[in-house]
């Protein structure tokens, strides 16, 4: 794998986190939700366990289920006994092919912001409800850290300066053309001082 | 001109320049003003909300909206939403009593449960799902603020710092308008408002069952535990499951608070977050040598205060 692969990389970040996290609590399957930053849906993005083959990509709308209540109110929760909900258990099973009898749920939060939900399905059963959210939400917190550097190290990437003058000549056409405006008066005295470099 | 039946706190505010007219008051000449003081007797439970149903108390649910026809809701004042007008500028307007995420019904239920007189309205201020809610917050809560709510429960918090210093303003607000923030505290290591502020009531969870036990937490920022931990709550289509979280720890103190004020209606916000100390499970008077309510046995509770006490090993 080339070093330069960040999309692999995120790729097994997500799924090392839902591997941890349904091992963690010894559940049926454990998935993380992207959001759309241009719809607001919430789309599958790693599955381990119930689902795993058919879910990646599916989308729910905006605030629909429990990872709509955590992505909406930014705050980890249980639900118990959902399985016992007519409504719940029909939207799941039609969805996923699997409907859980607990649900436990945490945000994803990067750059200050929700990017997405952490989900645990029918965990083993432990001592107690309040220390399974903090791990959860402390394990969730450090997901969140790691998907931010990423973002980091794709935006400096993006950022890197265009080695091939042509190519950077030929975007910086591209970029005049299109402007309703005029450009910014700092930039054409840098281009300038740019041609006077180039001209020695 | 406002009417004279208007309490103090909601009169009109004199347009002040900073300092022109001065904010003081020549005491020689003209008397303070009488104000009906709710006194402070021997704080108990009982003192606090016993007999009370939260009648003539209006609480605000500032949340993901509030289904108005699930049973455990039994109606709603009024609901309102955030929604965006020409230009992409925000403002409240009236919607249909819905709740499409659930959040805020599971809310609202809770404090209905507690306090089943209280007059509740929804705010809708999430559910869009996109990743800027922090701004139909602000405007939101800005508007809950002025439309005279005795209480707003707020179940949510925004982690973006650039919201910290008008949220702020905002609760500052909302204090002096004698209009108490009740607001969830994040159980997450991560900087989130405005639960943090010294001018709300900040709520984390216990694990007890009882709907009415309640800690003081002598080291805030968190103030107060309430029951939030296999919570019933309200859900859509009728139903009902139980949930964990702060989100309906909150709505507990929420529910307690306009019991209170429904029987001491002249309580400040900082009164009112007095006696909900005074009366927490673990608080005692110095005339008192017991808490509030007795402690199971087989529970250590660190944090009983023994006001006057020296705890010598």
């Known amino acids: ?37 241009d719809t607001g849906d919430l789309v599958f993005e790693a599955v381990s366990g119930e689902g795993e083959e058919q879910l990646v990509g599916s989308r729910f709308p905006a605030g629909t289920g429990i990872a709509g209540w955590v992505a909406a109110s930014g705050q980890p929760m249980v639900a118990d006994d959902v399985s016992a909900v007519t409504m719940f258990a029909q939207d799941a099973a039609e969805s996923t092919g699997y409907v859980p ?96 470099l180039l001209a020695l | 001109m406002t009417p004279a039946s208007t309490p103090p706190w909601r009169r009109e505010r004199r347009a002040h320049f900073p300092g022109v007219p001065a904010w003081g008051l020549a005491t020689s000449r003209q008397a303070p003003e009488r104000f009906d003081v709710s006194p402070l007797a021997e704080v108990s439970k009982e003192w606090a909300w016993g007999g009370a149903d939260g009648a003539g108390v209006r609480v605000c649910v500032v949340d993901t909206g509030v289904d108005a026809g699930h049973p455990g809701i039994g109606g709603l004042e009024r609901s309102y939403q955030v929604v965006s007008v020409d230009g992409g500028e925000l403002s409240v307007a009236e919607c249909e009593p819905a709740d499409p995420a659930g959040h805020g019904t599971a809310c609202a239920g809770v ?7 209280a007059a509740l309205t929804s705010l809708r201020v999430l559910t869009d799902g996109k990743t800027g809610t922090g701004d139909a917050l602000m405007t939101g809560l800005g508007w809950a603020i002025d439309a005279g709510f005795d209480l707003v429960n707020l179940s949510l918090s925004t982690t973006r710092s650039d919201f910290r210093g008008s949220l702020q303003d905002l609760a500052d607000r909302a204090y002096f308008r004698r209009c108490l923030l009740v607001a969830a505290a994040h159980n997450m290591p991560v900087v989130s408002f405005p639960w943090t502020f010294s001018s709300v009531v900040s709520v984390a969870s216990h694990d007890e069952a009882d709907p009415m036990t309640y800690y003081y937490n002598p080291a805030p920022p968190a103030e107060f535990h309430a029951r939030g931990v296999k919570v019933p709550v309200a859900w859509p289509g009728g139903r009902q499951i139980r949930s964990t979280g702060n989100s309906f720890a ?28 005074l009366a927490a499970d673990n608080t005692v008077t110095p005339n008192t040598v017991t808490p509030n309510t007795v402690t199971p046995d087989n529970v250590t509770h660190s944090t009983v205060t023994h006001n006057g006490e020296a705890h010598v090993p």
């Open chain 1, 1 to 37: 794998m080339s070093p330069d692969d960040i999309d692999g990389t995120e790729r097994r970040l997500l799924q090392s986190i839902v591997e941890v996290a349904r091992h963690m609590f010894g559940a049926a399957a454990s998935s993380i939700f992207l959001v759309d930053p």
């Open chain 1, 101 to 196: 009898r607990t649900i436990m749920a945490a945000p994803l939060i990067r750059f200050e912001q929700c990017a997405g939900v952490l989900e645990v399905l029918d965990r083993t059963a432990s001592r107690s409800e309040l220390d399974d959210m903090d791990l959860l939400g402390l394990f969730a917190t450090q997901a969140g850290c790691a998907l931010e550097l990423m973002l980091r190290v794709r935006r400096s990437h993006g950022q890197e300066p265009d080695r091939d003058p042509q190519a950077l000549l030929r975007r910086i056409g591209e970029r005049l053309q299109g402007r309703a405006v005029p450009p910014d008066a700092a930039a054409v005295r840098l281009l300038a001082l740019a041609d006077d």
């Open chain 2, 111 to 117: 404090i209905r449960s507690i306090a089943p007189a």
């Open chain 2, 250 to 277: 909150a709505p507990h103190i929420t529910g307690i608070c306009a019991l209170i004020l429904s029987k001491h209606p002249w309580l400040t916000p900082f009164q009112l977050k007095t006696v909900l100390y």
